[in-house]
């Protein structure tokens, strides 16, 4: 069974620029969290999507949206890039609207804002 | 606010074995989560508990106290594999997870 994919791997923009991550989830499952990870920030959460409908939704600026298709793939776009932009977003595929179940993250995408 | 605290790095033998603490403070409780996330790679699920007591996972075991707002990861017979970062995350009232910033746990010869 294929794992979660996530595109692109490495991305450097500049500042002012708009990016867009895409997450592909393991066949079967419905639902994607998206997060941002910084060293020594732990791992934040951004949103969670769930059948095409926005689930739950982190704190972090409007510039931040995402959207899921129906074919649950997701995608996240950060607009006007900031320098403190710069981490590593994750994307985690969960298998059904279960609160409580197992969270099976990509390989995260390593964007830098130059 | 809501608040996970964990060690930023740890130190331990081959061999050896090594406890990482996780403590929280978060609206509510769902359960509490650790997973294991390998330098440059995505963090892979460790273990859930949700209640007190210990769940053990071969060479790996995980604690949780919810009225103390405590949990450990006990790892045994360290091997230089299980150098990595361990992510302690709550599923707080709305089930949404509350993530530590992680413990580095560096193994030693």
């Known amino acids: 069974k294929a794992g979660v994919t996530q595109t692109p791997r490495y991305l450097i923009k500049t500042r002012g620029q708009q990016v867009t991550l895409s997450c592909s989830p393991i066949s079967g499952h419905r639902s994607v969290s998206w997060y941002q990870q910084t060293p020594g920030q732990g791992l934040q959460f951004l949103f969670e999507?769930?059948?095409?409908?926005?689930?739950n939704k982190g704190n972090f600026p409007g510039r931040f949206s995402g959207r899921q298709f129906s074919n649950s793939r997701s995608e996240m776009n950060v607009s006007t890039l900031e320098l403190g932009d710069s981490a590593l977003y994750l994307c985690?595929?969960?298998?059904?609207?279960?609160?409580?179940?197992?969270?099976?993250f990509g390989p995260g995408t390593r964007l830098t804002v130059l | 606010g809501q608040n996970i605290d964990q060690p930023t790095e740890m130190t331990a033998t081959e061999g050896a074995i090594v406890q990482i603490n996780c403590t929280y403070q978060t609206s509510g409780f769902n359960g509490l989560f650790w997973y294991q996330q390998h330098a440059g790679e995505a963090p892979t699920f460790l273990s859930y508990?949700?209640l007190d007591g210990l769940e053990e996972k071969g060479r790996f075991s995980s604690f949780l106290s919810r009225s103390k707002g405590y949990s450990y990861l006990l790892l045994k017979e360290l091997q230089m594999k299980d150098s990595a970062s361990y992510l302690c995350a709550v599923l707080d009232s709305n089930y949404q997870l509350i993530w530590g910033a992680g413990t580095k746990l560096i193994i030693k010869p």
């Open positions: 985690a595929s969960i298998k059904g609207s279960g609160d409580i179940d197992t969270q099976y």
């Open positions: 999507y769930f059948s095409e409908t926005q689930r």
């Open positions: 508990n949700v």
